[in-house]
């Protein structure tokens, strides 16, 4: 039996709320925690940039509502990549990974999760690899002086989307400030990864984890890696989840979903469905959520 923290995708609950209203909404939803999202778009992006005056107002209403943020989701590099063929896009991806160790120091918040691109819009090129590397490095190095965890994502992408390929940068970055934060939906999509044999052997890289359903990559289909309804995919959460408690896994666990993000008009019955899918696995498996207070 094994205790974790269980939080919500901001992206999943609807997005016409107010800060306060947020917070309440994941607590009386039965989560421990926000993950709280920095995407491409300007206006996440602007989080960044907050005044001092909000972040101690965010800071208070997380106190205030028994409500905590794990992960800032720092997807914007999508947008602003590390490897990129610009050297100002690349001063630009620093600069944001600065600002958000700085958000992060001033929210309480204890770990980064980067999304695994060397580059996203641009040609991959040994060049964007070799920039990746030496940006990523420079990020890490940034976040150990605030003693902030920078965790990358398996994703939807080749470049990295397996716990080994995140090991090799682990090892080229030699800082315990860089760790893995699997999804289990886009490790489960690529045919070649042996999912539960990555989680066994790189069980003590995981700092947190994504609960997401796909579909698998085949000759003939790319995959899908949003938006698949929880059961519906190929991911065997039962099995995986079951790995993870005979390993002692004691780290955090994120249902990632975009319900509304899409503007669902159910956004909080399909969220209400997803946590009821998975305390259903939970029992059964041997977890117990961290009580929500």
């Known amino acids: 039996m ?35 999202s920095v995407d491409e778009s300007d206006e996440r992006l602007a989080r960044l940039d907050w005044t ?21 989701m720092l997807s914007g590099h999508r947008r602003f990549p590390l490897g990129s063929a610009d050297p100002a896009m690349r001063e630009k991806s620093l600069i944001m990974m600065q600002k958000a160790i700085d958000l992060c120091v001033d929210l309480g ?9 060397d580059v996203y819009y641009e040609k991959k090129t040994m060049t964007s690899r070799e920039y990746y590397v030496e940006n990523l490095i420079k990020c890490v190095h940034m976040a150990a002086k605030k003693n902030i965890m920078l965790s ?3 994703m939807d992408d080749p470049f990295i989307n397996s716990l080994p390929k995140i090991a090799h940068y682990h090892d080229l970055a030699k800082s315990p400030w860089l760790q893995a934060y699997p999804d289990l939906g886009n490790l489960s999509a690529w045919p070649e990864n042996d999912v539960p044999a990555q989680l066994e052997k790189y069980i003590d890289t995981i700092c947190a984890i994504h609960l997401k359903d796909s579909k698998k990559v085949t000759p003939t ?19 995986l989840l079951r790995t993870l408690v005979r390993l002692d896994y004691n780290g955090s666990f994120t249902i990632e979903m975009w319900s509304g993000d899409n503007g669902d008009d159910n956004a909080l019955d399909e969220v209400k ?7 259903d ?9 961290e009580k929500v207070n």
Not at 5 to 24: D, M
Not at 273 to 279: E, H, Q
């Open 2 to 36: 094994t205790v974790n923290a269980l939080g919500i995708y901001e992206k999943a609950l609807p997005q016409n709320l107010s800060w306060r209203e947020t917070f309440e909404l994941t607590h009386d939803l039965g989560f421990n925690f926000l993950e709280f």
């Open 52 to 72: 001092r005056e909000k972040r101690n107002e965010i800071r208070n209403l997380m106190w205030e509502t028994n409500t905590r943020i794990n992960n800032l």
């Open 109 to 117: 918040i204890h770990n980064i999760q980067m999304a695994g691109y």
């Open 152 to 154: 990358i994502e398996t």
């Open 221 to 239: 289909f790319k995959g899908q890696f949003k938006n698949v309804p929880f059961g519906q995919g190929c991911v065997d959460f039962t099995g």
């Open 273 to 279: 469905s997803a946590k009821a899918f998975f305390d």
């Open 281 to 289: 696995i939970f029992k059964r498996v041997g977890i117990t959520q």
